[in-house]
Every structure is written in C-alpha cells, then in structure tokens.
C-alpha cells in the first residue's frame, strides 16, 4: 500500500486538505497518509518552517499532499520568532520554495480548465449579447530557477558589486550606495528550459492539445527568455504535429481576456508561470478551483495554487471552496497511475457545479464572512458531501 506523506501547513489548509482525503477515500483509493509538521507555526517555535523531520518523511515516502502556507516579510517573521531563538541567525524562508529546490521538483503543472454551470466563468461580450468561451489551458511552469533562485542581495558583498561592474549596463548605477541597492537575480540553465519544455510537449501529444505556447519576455529579456524559447523551439522538432507560439507575459496577460479558448499547453519561466497560471485561473472561478503538481524526478507533492487566509481558518463552520483540494487529489492520482479514480471524482465535481445546488460563498460572489450562510452559501462539508455524493 502507498504511503503519502500529508502536510496541511497553515489557515485554510488545515480545512481543505482533510477534505480531499475523504473524496480519496470515497473513490476507493487506499492508501496510508502520514502527517508531517509544515509551515508558519514551526517558524515561530522552532525557527524552521520545514523541518528536517518532514524532509526525511517525503524523501522516504516520495508522494506528498500539502494543504497551503502563510508566509510573512523579513520584519514580521523576526518578531513573531519565539523570544528565545531570536538573534539566532534564523532566516525565514517559504518552506515549499524550499522544498521544490530540495527535491528539485523542477515541473509544476497548473490545470485552468472551466467546468459548465459556474457562475465565475469568464464571459466575454460580442455584439447580440454574451459568450462563455471553454477555457482548458494547462500551464507547465519551471519550478526552481529563474527569480525563484533565491540568490539576490540588499548591499550586495563588494565582490558581488565588482564582478556586475564589468557588465556595461551597471554604470547606470555606479553612484547608488550600496545600502540602497538591491539585487536578484533570474538564473535559468538549459538542462532546466529543456526538461519542462519536454514535459509540455509530451503532455501536449499525450492529451490531444495542438499547440504549446512558450510565454516569455525575450525581446526585452533576451538571454534568460531567449534560452527558453531556444529550447521550446528545439524539442518542438520532435513534435511536428505540435504548433508552437510565442507570447510575450505582458502581451499574454490581454490576450487571456481576449480569446482565451485559443490556448491549450502554456511553458514558462518561474515568474511568468506563476504570473500567467494566476490569470487563467481567475478566468476558471479563481483559486478555489486551482489545483497544481510540483513533480521531479523522485518525489512529486500536489498542492492547491491558493493561500492560507488566516482570516477564514477560525470560521465554523467552515466557508472555502475545497474544490481546489479537491482537484488536486486528482493530479495526485493521475500520477500514480489511477486515472480512472481520478476521471471520476473530476466528473462529480463537473455534475456538482452544473447542478448548482450546492455553492461555496465564493461561487455566490459573497464576500467571506460567517454570514454567508444566511444568502445561502454551503460549508465546506456541505461541498465535499455532494462531491462525494456524486461518486
């Protein structure tokens, strides 16, 4: 029997992710779940957000499930870091960064894809009236390089300051003390570009999308985006049934809102993945129905794109959309080879919001509140029950 390693993290993750186990478990999916400490509250009383006990689990169990977490700025972090192990030399740091660069789980896959009946569809209007276009974009974004590297500076070493001098464009800041100066850098490798563009390729073939859309900036950034875009272009040979375009982030960001059922497979760098999988994802009734997958070589973790929202974990009962969760059970299935478990919860979430019987506070367009009740919004129960239900 597998074993998957559970990590709610903070907020509304604790919510969610114990949803999504139920449907696994509804679906007939068996499976051992171990649970592994993650996120804001081991920051503040131990000083790590990802301790070395949840990296010795996953690296043992390779699969993991991870609920979502709140992460803070430099200032915030320090004061809410225990009063012993302040001054420590603890340095915050976002434990599932972390664990994309320590597991090197280089590939994110982040689905937006529209289901029939929602009323937070994209609408677009035409001349007699109004037209819902079928959005089904599927965003491979690189997971552990670019801006996300992690190497960046404020008062960069004097060495540092020397070696960019010799770059001509860093007379525009010759003057500027180096307390003022900040500096990150955006490091992208071959290998990196290749490999997730051989995912989306693959995923493209293997799934029956025409196209894959490389969404960078290479104009403007040329040698970063433009190692992107040579790699897209080089494995795109292997793919001759395959079209390939080019889109720059910026240009993508209108399009989108244009004529989104356009666009099927989306690579991108790390920050353009991020930027561009947030905006599809608010065209398919926003981040309560994003799922992803940060898959590598040996361990991959399925995670909802949304964040923590202290604000709602206290609520009861509770309000979120579990959706996102539970799609991401899906990716989380289709990986092992369970396709057809997988198939069936996503039809049952299909059929629950075409039914619209049962809608989270979010599907209403209600602001988040223990009111939502009230204008008829379901908890969070009450939407894993008709999912369920549905199976």
Not at 222 to 234: C, P, W
Request: net charge neutral.
């Amino acid at each position: 029997m597998r074993t998957i390693v559970t990590m709610p993290g903070d907020g509304i993750g604790k919510i969610v992710l114990p949803e999504g186990l139920r449907v696994l478990r509804a679906a007939g999916f068996e499976a051992d779940y171990v649970h592994a400490d993650i996120g804001w509250e081991f920051w503040c009383k131990e000083g790590n957000p990802f301790p070395q006990r949840t990296i010795d689990l996953l690296a043992e169990h390779k699969i993991g499930l991870f609920g979502a977490i709140t992460s803070k700025p430099k200032d915030k972090a320090e004061t809410e870091l225990a009063p012993e192990l302040r001054g420590k030399g603890h340095v915050y740091a976002s434990p599932i960064v972390g664990m994309r660069q320590k597991f090197d789980l280089d590939i994110s896959i982040r689905p937006c894809q529209s289901f029939e009946g929602n009323p937070l569809n994209f609408i677009r209007r035409r001349g007699d009236g109004f037209m819902e276009p079928k959005v089904d974009a599927v965003i491979f974004r690189q997971n552990t390089e670019c801006l996300y590297c992690g190497v960046e500076w404020t008062n960069p070493p004097a060495e540092v300051r020397r070696a960019l001098e010799t770059h001509k464009k860093m007379k525009a800041f010759a003057h500027v003390p180096g307390e003022d100066l900040a500096i990150s850098c955006r490091i992208m490798t071959r290998g990196a570009c290749r490999r997730i563009c051989e995912a989306a390729f693959a995923y493209a073939a293997r799934h029956g999308y025409k196209s894959v859309t490389v969404c960078e900036k290479a104009n403007v950034i040329r040698e970063t985006s433009g190692l992107m875009r040579a790699e897209a272009r080089a494995v795109a040979k292997n793919y001759p049934d395959i079209a390939v375009w080019d889109t720059n982030i910026d240009a993508q960001m209108m399009w989108l809102t244009k004529n989104p059922e356009d666009y099927g497979v989306i690579v991108s760098s790390n920050m353009f993945g991020d930027i561009v999988s947030d905006g599809f994802a608010g065209l398919v009734g926003g981040l309560g129905f994003a799922a992803s997958a940060n898959i590598g070589r040996d361990v991959a973790v399925f995670e909802p794109t949304h964040g923590s929202a202290p604000k709602y974990e206290k609520l009861q009962p509770a309000i979120v959309n579990p959706i996102a969760m539970i799609l991401t059970t899906c990716m989380l299935l289709d990986y092992l080879g369970e396709t057809d478990k997988a198939a069936r919860i996503k039809n049952a979430v299909a059929a629950v919001v075409k039914e619209g019987t049962v809608r989270t506070y979010d599907m209403l367009r209600l602001t988040g509140g223990p009111d939502v009740f009230s204008h008829g919004a379901a908890t969070t129960t009450q939407m894993t029950d008709a999912v369920i239900a549905r199976l």
